[in-house]
Every structure is written in C-alpha cells, then in structure tokens.
C-alpha cells in the first residue's frame, strides 16, 4: 500500500499498542481491565495465540521486522509465553488457546531467533504426542464444532502441522490421524437423519447464543472459524504442503462443493448463512440468507476466503474465480456499512486480512484497500489505553490486548497492510 498518510497514521497507531504491551506487567493489567469490562471476552491464558502472550510475541516480532520494535520484546514474550505452561500446562492442542497456537508463534519468532530451536522441537514433539494419545472420535451424530474446526479443532492443528519443515516421524504421524479425520467426517454419513457426518445435534450446540432457536433439530455450520469451510481449508493445505492421505482429494471436492451448494444470491452474488438447518427427519432446510455477516468468522468474506485457499491448493482456476467473484460481491455488498468493531475475528481488521488476501487477483480488492486501512485507522481513540478497544455492542467498549478480538490483532493487521510479505499469521485465519 503506497498512500504515504496511511502508511504513517498506521505506524502511529501500532507504536502505541508496542508501548502499552511491552511488557508481562501491562499485558496483564490490560487483561484484568479488559475481563472487568466484559462478560465475553476470553480469558487471559499467557500460552495462548489469540489471547495470551503468544500472541502478544508475534505483534512484537512483526513490528521488529518492520522497524517499529525489537526483537528482545518479541522474544521476551515468547519465553513468558512458554514458561507459563509449566504452571498452566497446555490441555488441548487447538490452534487458537492451545500447543498449536503456542507453536506457531514459536516458529515465527525461531526464525528470527534460533535461540529458541530447542523450545520449538519440543513443543512439536509434544503438540504430535497431544494429538496421538487422544485421537479425534468418530461418531455421527456426537460431533461439536471442537472436534474440527479451525479454533479449537482437528482443523487448525492440521494446519499448523502441515506447516512444520522436515516434521519428525510423531509428528508426521499426528498430522495423518488429524487428516483421516477430517476425511471421515467429510466421508457418506451412515446413521438414519444424518445428512452429513459434520452435522451438530442440540446436545453438542455451544453453550452460547440462540442455537436451539435458530436450529431446533440439528445444523450443519457454514463458517470458517467453526464450520465446514475451515475443514475444506486445512484439507486442501495440508495436501499443498505434502501431507497427502488416501481419499483427501476426494474429501476436500466434495466438501467445497457442498459449500457452494449452499449459497443464497442477490444483486452481488453469492451469500452464505451462518448454518444450514436440518428438519426432524435429517434432511437439510433452506437457511435462506436476507443479510450477510461482515466478518471473518461467519459469512461470505471468510467462505470466500477457504475457497481461495482451497482453490490455491488444488490449482483449480475456475474454483479460484468463483472465490474472487464471491469476494468482490461482498465487497460490493459491503458499501457503506462497516462492522462495529475493529478487530480481527468479527471487525475491520479481518477485512482488511482478507482484502490482503485477495489483492493478488483482484483489482477490487486492491482499489479498496486503502479505503478500508483509513476506516480502520479512524477507529483508532488515542486516549484510550491501547487506542483500539472492542465493540461487542455500542458503547460498551472493551481494551482488550488479544490477537484475536483486541489491539493486538488490530496492530498486526495494520502491519500486514503495509507491509511487503505475506505474515505467516495468517495461516490462523485462512489455513495456510
């Protein structure tokens, strides 16, 4: 991005945030502050990616490459990060709260500071014996959005060992139980009322929201944080990076052509629901979709997203048009509205990731990314602790310091905009 103004608002911003979490003490503080202004935000958990000091080091690490930090902050908080699990040990390797999250920000900073290589075969000898000791079950109709998806799931963790340059024998081994899996469950369902082994029964829905409402006999969920596109994504990542089991290609076909199925359309294009229902019978219901979500997590932005990194893997031109055609209509769809909040996960800035994204094939997504730098820089209080917080609802602002719904997330998406390289955090996101 060459606009001069926004390249220097964007550093201005990102300083403060560096200032405000250079060290253990004011990371905490803010997270204190943070949980006392919500009821919602996640936990403070130092080993975490997206709201710990995990990734609290990558900010530190992206801004040193940029010239705006240093390496020791970066590394000074990886350590802490690390440390913390001998007394919060790790209890699932998901890749957003778990060893895979916690491994991802290690091997980024290893680049930078090999010091930490010995830490880093560890970590990965242990994410591998995480994952083999508890292989993922498989049973239809008992299945949560935990077991799969990008967050928490087989997905995520996929993903970040598809990742893993020249992965020891364990390792090499989780990886293909994971990808098994995840092609199980994309696999002909064999229990009478289930469309699809991916299917969520009421008994299994999160314990949030309005799922029982919305989906009174079970749904089949269409976002990428939780549903079957971030499956698709890991799928067709792992088999880019070599990891490459009997029936993937088969498995990640099939899933991204459901996918597509499921779309509504309008002026702009293709839209996606946040789930497909199913009635008493097991057979799935027009969802319809009068409204698209502007969000990573949920809606067309990052259905259109997997369908990119799917398409890149499998080098299928007309699935990768498909993806930017879908991209540039919500886009389109987009207009004037903008989210509420200025985060990644259901904000600006994981517009602007996703723009990113898709700049290399879209002239769409090009002309408008300047346009949505300078929105999310006018976001940006600087009398507020870290100069972005939160917005679950208006007026109840949260300063958060996390990746993934806090200032550091937002620091981090600005750095990516103006940039040169593609940061390695996005496989997070996208699955790659």
Same mark, same amino acid.
């Given at each position: 991005m060459a606009d001069d103004d926004l390249v220097s608002r964007a550093r201005t911003a990102v300083r403060q945030v560096l200032r405000e979490t250079a060290t253990t003490a004011q990371v905490e503080d803010l997270a204190l502050r943070a949980a006392e202004q919500s009821d919602t935000t996640g936990a403070w958990y130092p080993p975490s990616l997206t709201h710990g000091q995990a990734g609290t080091a990558l900010l530190h690490l992206y801004a040193a490459r940029a010239g705006l930090g240093d390496l020791d902050t970066a590394s000074g908080h990886i350590r802490e990060a690390v440390l913390s699990t001998q007394t919060e040990p790790l209890q699932h390797h998901g890749l957003f709260a778990g060893t895979s999250g916690l491994l991802l920000a290690l091997a980024d900073v290893t680049r930078d500071e090999p010091r930490f290589r010995p @830490? #880093? %075969?560890?970590?990965? %000898?242990? &994410? *591998?014996?995480?994952? &083999?000791?508890?292989?993922?079950?498989?049973?239809?109709? *008992?299945? @949560?959005?935990? %077991?799969? %998806? #990008?967050?928490?799931?087989?997905?995520?963790?996929?993903?970040? #060992?598809? @990742?893993?340059?020249?992965? @020891?024998?364990?390792?090499?081994?989780?990886?293909?139980?994971?990808?098994?899996? &995840?092609?199980? #469950?994309?696999g002909p369902a064999e229990t009478a009322g289930t469309p699809h082994r991916w299917l969520i029964t009421p008994p299994y829905y999160p314990p949030v929201g309005d799922y029982l409402a919305k989906y009174p006999h079970g749904y089949l969920n269409l976002g990428l944080s939780h549903g079957v596109p971030g499956i698709a994504a890991a799928l067709a990542a792992a088999w880019a990076a070599g990891n490459r089991r009997p029936g993937q290609l088969e498995a990640v076909t099939a899933l991204s052509g459901w996918i597509r199925a499921q779309a509504d359309t309008d002026a702009h294009g293709p839209l996606w629901s946040d789930g497909t229902p199913v009635d008493e019978h097991g057979h799935e219901v027009s969802a319809g979709c009068v409204h698209d979500r502007i969000a990573w997590c949920y809606g067309t932005f990052g259905v259109a997203g997997a369908l990119l990194t799917v398409a890149e893997a499998t080098l299928d031109d007309e699935l990768r048009a498909e993806a930017v055609g879908a991209f540039e209509g919500a886009l389109a769809r987009l207009g004037d509205l903008r989210p509420l909040s200025p985060t990644l996960c259901h904000g600006l800035a994981g517009l602007v990731m996703l723009t990113l994204e898709f700049a290399p094939w879209s002239a769409a997504a090009r002309e408008r990314l300047p346009e949505l730098v300078g929105d999310l820089l006018d976001r940006h209080e600087p009398d507020r602790p870290l100069g972005f917080a939160d917005l679950e609802e208006p007026g109840k602002p949260v300063d958060d310091p996390g990746l993934l719904t806090g200032a550091a997330g937002v620091a981090l998406a600005l750095l990516a905009a103006t940039g040169d390289r593609r940061p390695d955090w996005f496989r997070a996101f996208l699955g790659r």
């Open positions: @830490s #880093l %075969d560890r970590l990965t %000898d242990q &994410l *591998a014996e995480q994952v &083999l000791a508890a292989p993922p079950h498989r049973t239809e109709r *008992a299945v @949560s959005d935990l %077991d799969y %998806d #990008l967050v928490t799931g087989a997905a995520g963790t996929l993903a970040q #060992l598809s @990742s893993v340059p020249e992965p @020891s024998e364990r390792a090499a081994e989780a990886a293909a139980v994971l990808a098994d899996y &995840l092609i199980w #469950l994309a």
